[in-house]
Antibody, heavy 121, light 107 residues
Framework: EVQLVESGGGLVQPGGSLRLSCAAS????????MDWVRQAPGKGLEWVSY?????????HYADSVEGRFTISRDNAKNLLYLQMNSLRDEDTAVYYC?????????????WGQGALVTVSS | EIVLTQSPATLSLSPGEGATLSCRAS??????LAWYQQKPGQAPRLLIY???NRATDIPARFSGSGSGTDFTLTISSLEPEDFAVYYC?????????FGGGTKVEIK
């Protein structure tokens, strides 16, 4: 069974930084496009960032995080990352690592359990 | 950015009844629309992709239809485990966007 396990969440002050990791297992990680999706407490889903599979490193960001967040991956270690800088109160959310489906690119067929990021002074 | 508007916000129904959920896009997304189910404390689950294709292991009581700007998720007969929040999502244009969700609650 596909497994995605996020880590690195926690409490951080406004303006601070945090790095999330997502450990992938039970599938060939390097072959899959990956994303981060977040959900503020009691709110809906918001797509955050995308990274392509392979080595061509095509990346997209939501406008709300562009210039502050950086997505990356280590295919040798089966890890996906999200470096979050200049954090704001409105970045408080559960952050999900999500695998894209092969039958439909940019849909998410597997999700992690989520990592809670709380930005507060 | 393509805005997805879901209606109604809440649907109060009894087990065994049918449910019809709507998702309207601010511009055409062709058939590039998915539906997800989310239960409290859980990650979302992909139900439907490309408007009408059921994802792996999704029961036949879930069906999707529509194209362009208007889409529908239909649950033919609600089971107790179907009471949840449902989101639509488009992949036609960056940024990827989700609708605000429809909560299907027990009447």
């Amino acid at each position: 069974e596909v497994q995605l396990v996020e880590s690195g969440g926690g409490l951080v002050q406004p303006g601070g930084s945090l790095r999330l990791s997502c450990a992938a297992s039970e599938f060939t990680f390097r072959n899959y496009r990956m994303d981060w999706v977040r959900q503020a407490p009691g709110k809906g889903l918001e797509w955050v960032s995308y990274i392509t599979s392979g080595d061509d490193n095509i990346i997209h960001y939501a406008d709300s995080v562009e210039g502050r967040f950086t997505i990356s991956r280590d295919n040798a270690k089966n890890l996906l990352y999200l470096q979050m800088n200049s954090l704001r109160d409105e970045d408080t959310a559960v952050y999900y690592c999500a695998r894209e489906a092969t039958r439909g690119y940019h849909y998410f067929d597997s999700w992690g359990q989520g990592a809670l990021v709380t930005v507060s002074s | 950015e393509i805005v997805l508007t879901q209606s109604p916000a809440t649907l109060s129904l009894s087990p065994g009844e049918g449910a019809t959920l709507s998702c309207r896009a601010s511009q055409s997304v062709s058939s590039y629309l998915a539906w997800y189910q989310q239960k409290p404390g859980q990650a979302p689950r992909l139900l439907i992709y490309d408007a009408s294709n059921r994802a792996t292991d999704i029961p036949a009581r879930f069906s999707g239809s529509g194209s362009g700007t208007d889409f529908t998720l239909t649950i033919s007969s609600l089971e107790p485990e179907d009471f949840a929040v449902y989101y639509c999502q488009q992949r036609a244009n960056w940024p990827l966007t989700f609708g605000g969700g429809t909560k299907v609650e027990i009447k």
